[in-house]
């Protein structure tokens, strides 16, 4: 007979990873654990191992120290609908529309986040001591668990590399470049903010304290833009 004292600990595994991503069915979250080559014939401890692996990506608590965290995770909200990038050093929050258009990033340092869980708010001060209330999380991602400070240099990135990679571009002049699949431009008038969406094909050149230049499909005239002052990594594929 196995050790019937096994069970908690089997179970406790298993509610931890559930409880990252509870709004999937026991089923699918068994399928997704079959994917990772968990059948009939595993052990209970690959079981376990399994398990965390997937806790792991979707945490069912944002890891923190010191009310802060130390590596870079996506958090999903809604009521508002936000995707919200956190890492040690800042915030960069998205906004979504009742269309599914985000608006134009906003980027802070912060100084605390609460802690945060599926279900439950997520609010994150700013280095002046203001909470803002970003919505109730739905899903948290880990996305680097060993992020860098910052990008310096994209130039040479082509479209068809991108992947998962969503960036933040700024540049010297006020404007904001959202980078995917495809590029978006927030422009910022004297009394309104103008988004332009458009296509690109590869970054000539995107490195601080440079011009951003990028090529259009097709060929032509590049894209020709003010200097860079900052890239930040915004989303990316989950961490594994």
Partial sequence: MMDPTRLPGVL??????????????????????????IGWGSTDGELIAALAALARIHPGQLPRVDARVTARYLIVTEAPAHRVTVDPWRVVVRRITDAG?????????????????????????DTGGIEHRLGVVTRITLLDESPAAEVTDLSGLRRRDVGDAVHLI????????????????????????????GKWEELLTCRLGEELLVSRPGGGAPIRLAPVEDILVVEDAPAD
């Fill in 12 to 37: 406790d595994a298993l509610r931890r990873t559930w409880e990252g991503q509870p709004d999937l069915p026991l089923a699918t979250l068994f399928g997704m654990l079959n994917n990772r080559g």
């Fill in 101 to 125: 258009h985000a608006t134009q990033p906003g980027s802070w340092d912060y100084r605390t986040i609460r802690p945060a869980s599926p279900g439950s708010p997520l609010v994150v001060a």
């Fill in 170 to 197: 700024r540049l010297a002049d006020g404007e904001t470049v959202l980078l995917d699949h495809g590029l978006e431009r927030f422009i910022p008038g004297r009394r309104s903010l103008e988004r332009r969406a």
